[in-house]
T-cell receptor
Framework: AQRVTQPEKLLSVFKGAPVELKCNYS??????LFWYVQYSRQRLQLLLR??SRESIKGFTADLNKGETSFHLKKPFAQEEDSAMYYC????????FGTGTRLQVFP | EPEVTQTPSHQVTQMGQEVILRCVPI?????FYWYRQILGQKVEFLVS????????KSEIFDDQFSVERPDGSNFTLKIRSTKLEDSAMYFC???????????????FGQGTRLTVV
């Protein structure tokens, strides 16, 4: 079965604290994974994709095939990072997780 | 920067009524998608559309749903007889040639919130 799991609905941290948003997937093929972000009242935007191995806005995510995970990390959270974060698995469509709301307090 | 646009931003309709949600994908994109998100739940795939026909649809996309590209720019989702459980945020997305099979990105609209009363 193709599935994406984000176990945390809400993650609250203080500014400057490290952040890790968890994502696990289930897929029999070679996975391609993405993180999408949705800021308040805005559209879903691509944050990063695992094949690019890039860091966007200080966020990184490493695909761990052994653990079937693609956790999103940032060493020092900023208030402007507050948003909904969705992990997504790409097949012929995007399969999304339930999302994690990140709240960064000043 | 080109964007996917959706109208209206919020639609309230009575149960049993027909509703049409409109999307204008990015102009040179060829693959189009509808997703929905019931409040508090995950973003779910409804349907993909390419070359004027449905490529794939989920089990959610039953006979009450239809999609159309009536004029080469708009991409619409019609719900024939709305039910209370159709209340959700509906997102349109588009991708360039090759769709998600290639190394492309899906661009999402800002969503239409449908409330069925």
């Amino acid at each position: 079965a193709q599935r994406v799991t984000q176990p945390e609905k809400l993650l609250s941290v203080f500014k400057g604290a490290p952040v890790e948003l968890k994502c696990n997937y289930s897929y029999s093929g070679s996975p391609e994974l993405f993180w999408y972000v949705q800021y308040s009242r805005q559209r879903l935007q691509l944050l990063l994709r695992h094949i690019s191995r890039e860091s966007i806005k200080g966020f990184t995510a490493d695909l761990n095939k052994g653990e079937t995970s693609f956790h999103l990390k940032k060493p020092f959270a900023q208030e402007e990072d507050s948003a909904m974060y969705y992990c997504a698995l790409k097949t012929d469509k995007l399969i999304f997780g339930t999302g994690t709301r990140l709240q960064v307090f000043p | 920067e080109p964007e996917v646009t959706q109208t209206p931003s919020h639609q309230v309709t009575q149960m049993g009524q027909e509703v049409i949600l409109r999307c204008v994908p990015i102009s040179n994109h060829l693959y189009f998608y509808w997703y929905r998100q019931i409040l508090g739940q995950k973003v779910e795939f409804l349907v993909s559309f390419y070359n004027n026909e449905i490529s794939e649809k989920s089990e959610i996309f039953d006979d009450q749903f239809s999609v159309e590209r009536p004029d080469g720019s708009n991409f619409t989702l019609k719900i024939r007889s709305t039910k209370l459980e159709d209340s959700a945020m509906y997102f349109c997305a588009s991708t360039p040639l090759g769709g998600l099979r290639l190394n492309t990105e899906a661009f999402f609209g800002q969503g239409t919130r449908l409330t069925v009363v």
